[in-house]
């Protein structure tokens, strides 16, 4: 079938993103002699970028020492693509970021980022964080995306704690975030997994960020991800295993020490690819010319 495609078609290149689905047109694509380029978002790549790296004509990659899995004249340090609107925060944006969210200036923000989907890990930490009073989030507001999976059990955990008196009226959560350019602004610390997209938003961003990788992922790359800005002094890990009992209290913390946020923004920033796209669309016409 893949074969087929590839006749009818008469593409003057194939590109891949890695993924099963990939393999079999970019192997037959490869066979039938139309040039190949793959992209490689994650920070420990997968089985089918690296069977098919071996032929590509170009890879772009996200993270540096990429040349472990794939011919080192051959490698483009693109970055991701991300959304344009994803940039430093200014006074100005963080004044808009405030009155979107209702937010209060004065006190600190953390955003907690679990993906569409949500994370069971970030939301029990939040859940246990909750549960325990809050602690060292006295002066503290969060954004809390819990995602469309988990909110019909949070918005009935959020009563309850509301009804046992916890201090739950800093905290506001969703499972859907419509702004993430003022999630971004509003935020001190960052709370995210470790998906090739996230990350490249926060360096994008700039923020503070801890990351607690999924251990739900082929071949480990969130740990991966994470890691590479880790090893630079650019980003904090937490183990999903420790998640629940120490994510909480570590952002807490983080938000009261302005100058490691500050080191972790300026260290975070140099990773930044914001052209990621254009590199990655300019390599195309490369290997086509």
């Not at 890691?227 to 183990?239: F, G, S």
Request: with cysteine; charged share 25%.
């Amino acid at each position: 079938m893949a074969k087929r495609l590839i006749k009818e078609f008469k593409p003057d290149i194939a590109i891949g993103v890695g993924g099963y689905a990939s393999a079999p047109l970019l192997w037959a694509a490869t066979r039938m002699g139309v040039p190949t380029l793959i992209q490689e978002q994650n920070g420990y790549a997968g089985l089918t970028n690296k069977i098919l790296g071996k032929k590509a004509k170009s890879i772009c990659v996200a993270y540096e020492g990429m040349e472990r899995f794939f011919p080192a004249d051959r490698i483009v340090l693109s970055g991701n693509p991300i959304r344009k609107e994803i940039v430093p925060a200014t006074p100005q944006m963080k004044a808009q970021a405030f009155e979107f969210y209702g937010l209060d200036p004065q006190k600190k923000h953390i955003f907690v980022v679990g993906g569409s989907l949500g994370s069971r890990t970030l939301n029990e930490a939040m859940k246990k964080w909750i549960e325990d009073g809050c602690p060292g989030g006295k002066d503290i507001e969060v954004i809390w995306q819990c995602g469309k999976y988990y909110k019909k059990a949070i918005d009935a955990f959020m009563q309850e704690a509301k009804d046992a008196g916890k201090p739950v009226g800093g905290i506001q959560h969703s499972d859907f975030i419509m702004r993430m350019d003022l999630a971004y602004a509003a935020a001190d610390v960052v709370i995210s997994r470790s998906g090739a997209s996230s990350v490249s938003e926060l360096c994008a961003a700039h923020k503070a960020t801890i990351f607690v990788p999924s251990p739900n992922v082929a071949e480990d790359h969130q740990t991966h991800n994470a890691m590479a800005l880790v090893n630079k002094d650019a980003a904090v890990l937490v183990k999903d295993a420790e998640a629940v009992e120490k994510l909480l209290p570590a952002a807490c913390a983080l938000t009261e020490n302005p100058e490691r946020i500050a080191q972790l923004e300026k260290n975070i920033a140099v990773l930044a690819k914001t052209d990621a796209a254009m590199t990655i669309a300019e390599e195309v016409y490369r290997v086509i010319k």
